[in-house]
């Protein structure tokens, strides 16, 4: 089957040191001070086969992620931009579904109780927890200590197969009567990103009452799902601030009621305008550049009468923050970070979210085959018009 894979070198800079967790020449958690010189090639791999408790799937769509793109793009001596786990060469892709081809006899579909059938459709977590070290059992699968992710540190959905252990999998069936079969699966490649901004603002963050004012930063996929589930949750007020006019029309046609173009007006004015001086109960970080917007962070923080603002910085971006003490203290705010989308119930909330109707389908913007996966990469480097290009593999 065909595969777009990604390759790079194993090239870790001077100050680098190698980490308990790292695997010398293979694998490491800070990608980008490492990984050098990447390229994706359209190759052929074997048609895996899945063990006892995994399931084959043949993959009906796959988004293309940020962090897809960011292992490509490099700064300008060589290194791929994405910071975290990676190990090449691999198969990317992890915001997929599929229907089921084969199925183990340990593998257990969630939804019913009893072995996968064959034809089920499923979307899958692509962080792969262990279940057993200190993190897991406590009940924080994002935070596992033997992690491996789908797409970044074993072969991914960028393929027209793939197998995956039936604990990370959740059935999508529920979305076809509300939507049928084609959409189904489109949407079942938006649970993934949807998840990452549902345990973004509702776990990490803590989620709002009804009546509160939001604030997102950024309107990729992420802050725009966010968009949608803040405005569920009962936000009076969801603010974007987003540079490209489309994608702020996209965050509002999803839930956010105010946009703000931040290279035209000064964004901590205009949400304290917007919010006639009150500031907001949460604020997410989702553009990756958390240097650029923290001074208006604070400032909403500081100028705004709302205690106990929770800042979520969801973005991963290797950056250091200038972060003011004071203002985090005098105004009882915090920050937190967000890191994927396993556990606390997630998955199943974002699907039955969708099957009452949070259709987030609009974020695809465009759609390609499988061979199109390397050129769409470099696209999306500079390319802010494209929300979400979904790949369809076909054979």
């Given at each position: 089957?065909?595969?777009?894979t ?6 870790p800079k001077?100050e ?34 899945p ?10 769509a ?26 090449f ?6 915001e ?7 199925a ?22 692509e ?16 935070h ?7 797409g ?11 197998t ?13 009567p ?14 993934e990103p ?16 009804p ?19 803040l ?5 009076a007020r ?16 999803m ?13 901590a ?12 109960k ?24 709302a205690?106990n ?7 991963r971006a ?9 203002v ?5 705010a915090?920050v ?11 998955f ?15 974020l ?32």
């Open positions: 089957m065909k595969t777009a990604l390759y790079a070198d194993w090239d001077p680098f040191k190698l980490g308990s967790k790292d695997i010398e020449g293979k694998l490491t958690y800070l990608g980008s001070r490492v990984w050098r010189h990447p390229h994706v090639e359209i190759v052929e791999k074997e048609i895996p086969k063990g006892p408790s995994e399931v084959l799937i043949e993959v009906q796959c988004g293309i992620c940020g962090s897809d793109v960011h292992m490509l793009q490099t700064a300008p001596d060589g290194y791929i931009f994405y910071p975290g786990l990676t190990a060469p691999a198969t990317l892709g992890h997929f579904s599929g229907k089921v081809i084969q183990g006899s340990q593998a257990i579909n969630k939804r019913t109780g009893l072995p996968y059938e064959v034809g089920e459709a499923v979307c899958s977590e962080m792969m927890w262990c279940s057993y070290c200190r993190p897991c059992a406590d009940g924080f699968p994002n596992c200590e033997r992690l491996q992710e789908i970044f540190s074993c072969d991914g959905a960028y393929a027209k197969y793939i995956v252990d039936a604990r990370y999998l959740w059935s999508i069936e529920d979305l076809r509300i939507y049928g079969e084609e959409k189904m699966y489109e949407l079942g490649s938006l649970v949807t998840s990452v901004a549902y345990n973004a603002v509702i776990e990490r963050g803590g989620g709002i009452r009546g509160d004012n939001v604030v997102i930063m950024g309107s990729g996929p992420v802050g725009i799902a966010a968009c949608a589930i405005r569920r949750a009962g936000a969801v603010i974007i601030s987003e540079p490209s006019q489309s994608r702020r029309d996209m965050a509002i046609a839930g956010a009621t105010h946009g703000i173009d931040p290279t035209k007006v000064n964004v004015d205009a949400i304290l305008d917007i919010t006639n001086g009150e500031g907001a949460l604020i997410l970080e989702a553009t990756g550049l958390p240097s650029v917007v923290w001074s208006d962070v604070e400032k909403v923080i500081w100028e705004g009468r205690l603002t929770t800042v979520v910085i969801v973005a290797d950056d250091k923050i200038p972060m003011n003490g004071e985090f203290q005098v105004r009882r915090n937190v970070g967000a890191q994927g989308h396993s556990g606390h119930g997630t199943p909330r974002v699907i039955s979210s969708m099957a009452d109707g949070m259709d987030v389908s609009a695809i913007t465009k759609r390609i085959q499988l061979e199109e996966v390397p050129e769409n990469l470099v696209l999306l480097q500079t390319n802010r018009e494209e929300v979400k290009i979904t790949v369809f593999p076909e054979e």
